[in-house]
């Protein structure tokens, strides 16, 4: 009788959660920047969509790790304590909305110094890296930049670049192919939708980590009626 009966198919086990890390610039990514540098909390300004963002990455499992130039110490402007103060408040404010930021490393020194940790230099990354124990290649970095798509590729992020903060006016030169990020978007609210449908889409069809979707071309608007654009016209 057995040899006939309907068999259900082997039950697969649910995959594995993967847990991903992305790599937030502060300054035009998640906060205003300013031509005279954010020197105090009261000078802190949250991008719109940021704070939402930060908490969608955070409600999809994702890990939050902020790397930022701060030169802005060793230029004497502020002390590294104004610059923790801020860090510090910024994470509250994260907090409050509902998001994490589980780590903020920064830079301080002035780029004659000729540090390892001042991106476009990937010091900050591999810092973090050793300290979490991260494999680069399947983390995720955010910029608005070239110098942050530069610290990211050199040590196989996948990479993003805003149109906020310096974003739009570093487009209007074309990089060399070796500094293009892998994918271009408006705000880090539209970056965070991005990459958690391209995680579940990949988790979904099983894709290997492997082939983690990059190298995406954006969304164009497509009629899907061409014909009815003219159709008035008989
Ligand atoms: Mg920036
Ligand atoms: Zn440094």
């Known amino acids: 009788m057995g ?3 309907y068999r259900r198919p082997p039950i697969v086990p649910p995959k594995e959660v993967v847990v991903r890390v992305v790599f937030l610039d502060r300054d035009g990514v998640i906060n205003e920047n300013r031509p005279d540098h954010v020197k105090s909390w009261s000078e802190f300004q949250f991008l719109p969509g940021a704070l939402e963002a930060l908490r969608l990455l955070h409600e999809a499992g994702w890990r939050a790790i902020v790397v930022t130039n701060q030169a802005i110490i060793h230029r004497n ?3 590294s304590a104004a610059v923790d103060d801020i860090n ?3 994470r509250e404010a994260v907090e409050i909305h509902g998001g994490h930021i589980d780590a903020v490393l920064y830079c301080p020194h002035r780029p004659e110094e000729n540090c390892e940790c001042r991106k476009p230099r990937p010091g900050l990354l591999r810092q973090a890296a050793t300290q979490f124990n991260l494999p680069l290649d ?6 608005d930049a070239y110098s942050d798509i530069q610290a990211g590729r050199a040590v196989g992020c996948r990479t993003i670049m805003v149109k906020t903060g310096r974003g739009l006016q570093q487009m209007m ?3 060399p192919l070796s500094l293009r990020p892998h994918q271009v ?3 880090l609210a539209d970056a965070a939708t991005w990459m958690v449908r391209a995680e579940r889409r990949r988790q979904l069809l099983h894709i290997p980590d492997s ?7 954006p969304i164009t608007p497509v009629s899907l009626f061409p014909w009815s654009s003219n159709s008035s016209s008989t």
Do not use: E
């Open 138 to 143: 399947q983390c995720y970095i955010i910029g």
């Open 173 to 175: 030169t074309a990089p």
């Open 88 to 90: 510090q408040r910024m």
């Open 3 to 5: 040899n006939g009966a």
């Open 211 to 217: 082939d983690l979707p990059i190298d995406v071309p």
């Open 77 to 79: 402007i502020v002390p």
């Open 185 to 187: 978007v408006r705000d």
